[in-house]
């Protein structure tokens, strides 16, 4: 009797055991993502697509999130797209390396990691990449999670984005910006209503000499501030922001660069240089070709100035971070709109010799 009871805590025991034992030989796929806030792409693969494989998978799919927050981030996104083959035209966010795979975009995320999670699974689980240049992050002790997502009660929190660059004392707070670009965003579109008005109506308010003088000033200035964002935008470096704003955060989103290829700073360059070329030509005696130089001046001008509408819109909705560089370019360039507009008014007014003619 004794030995039946002994035979059955032992077979009970084994019961008992062997769903741990099951739980903890389950593979697990592995896998890293970099990621940046602000970045509607990152988003949309955090808040749509890995939830769903964290639900399904629970604690089989592990993914290490590094959040690209400043320029040492970047150079690593750089180091770790190269050893893959990948070039800096063709590198984003997010950027997820899962075994020997490389997924760019919200496109690739959500078509392919469904699939690649699935099969890794039933090869018996994926440890994560071998990439040396990732040794230490992967190694480092994760940080706390900084979304949402983490006070889901799963055991592994894959869909959570972790900072695998956070220091243990706190940054200076500083001034996002944010009101700043508001106000400015306000001007430029007061700006640019008050210039079309005046120009349908062909009449001007207001209007003072110096205004004419201030524009090829306004132009140097501005052409300064558009090379060194071409120069940040080009070569990968940390740019000087001051106490307002996060520019770093706007120079390394996709919106610093027009289809992928044309920086931002690089097209602010080329419109100021040609800004000052109309306003040279329109003070020489070269015809009708001078006489129409403030009309193009204004017109550039108008464009510029719509543009930076624009830029300064995705700062402030898309892009969540202010560049005060940006701002002071849109400064400047509603101010030569505004100043332009007295000699672009001119520019078809008839003189008088046209009038006796």
């Known amino acids: 009797m004794k030995t039946k009871q002994l035979s059955l805590l032992f077979i009970l025991f084994i019961l008992l055991a062997l769903p741990a034992q099951v739980e903890a030989q389950q593979p697990v796929v592995h896998a890293v993502m970099f990621w940046m806030d602000g970045c509607p792409h990152c988003e949309d693969v955090i808040e749509n697509i890995l939830p769903p494989l964290q639900q399904k998978y629970g604690a089989q799919f592990d993914l290490f999130m590094i959040e690209v927050k400043g320029q040492e981030d970047i150079n690593l996104l750089y180091q770790v797209a190269e050893s893959y083959g990948i070039p800096k035209e063709g590198t984003g966010v997010p950027f997820l390396i899962i075994g020997d795979k490389v997924l760019v975009g919200s496109d690739q995320v959500r078509d392919q990691l469904p699939v690649l999670v699935e099969d890794y699974l039933t090869q018996g689980g994926l440890d994560f990449p071998s990439n040396p240049i990732l040794a230490d992050v992967l190694s480092a002790p994760e940080p706390a999670p900084t979304s949402e997502l983490a006070a889901q009660p799963q055991a592994n929190s894959a869909p959570e984005p972790v900072s695998a660059v956070e220091t ?171 100043f332009s507009l007295n000699s672009a008014l001119q520019a078809f007014v008839p003189s008088d010799e046209e009038d006796l003619e």
């Open 168 to 338: 243990a004392s706190p940054e200076p707070v500083k001034n996002n910006g944010f009101t700043l670009a508001a106000v400015v965003m306000v001007f430029m579109v007061l700006v640019t209503l008050y210039s079309l008005a005046s120009l349908v109506i062909g009449k001007l308010y207001f209007h003072a000499s110096w205004m004419d003088i201030a524009i090829p000033v306004l132009s140097v200035i501005g052409l300064g501030v558009a090379f060194y964002l071409t120069y940040v935008e080009t070569q990968s470096v940390e740019a000087f922001c001051g106490p307002v704003g996060d520019c770093n955060a706007v120079q390394s989103s996709s919106y610093a660069k027009i289809w992928g290829i044309l920086p931002v700073g690089l097209l602010g360059g080329v419109g100021y240089i040609a800004i000052l070329a109309a306003w040279i030509v329109a003070r020489q005696r070269w015809g009708w070709f001078s006489q129409y130089a403030p009309a193009a001046l204004f017109g550039m001008a108008l464009f510029g100035t719509v543009f930076s509408i624009y830029l300064t819109y995705l700062e402030l909705f898309v892009i969540l971070a202010v560049c005060i560089w940006c701002v002071s370019s849109a400064i400047i360039i509603t101010l030569i709109l505004l």
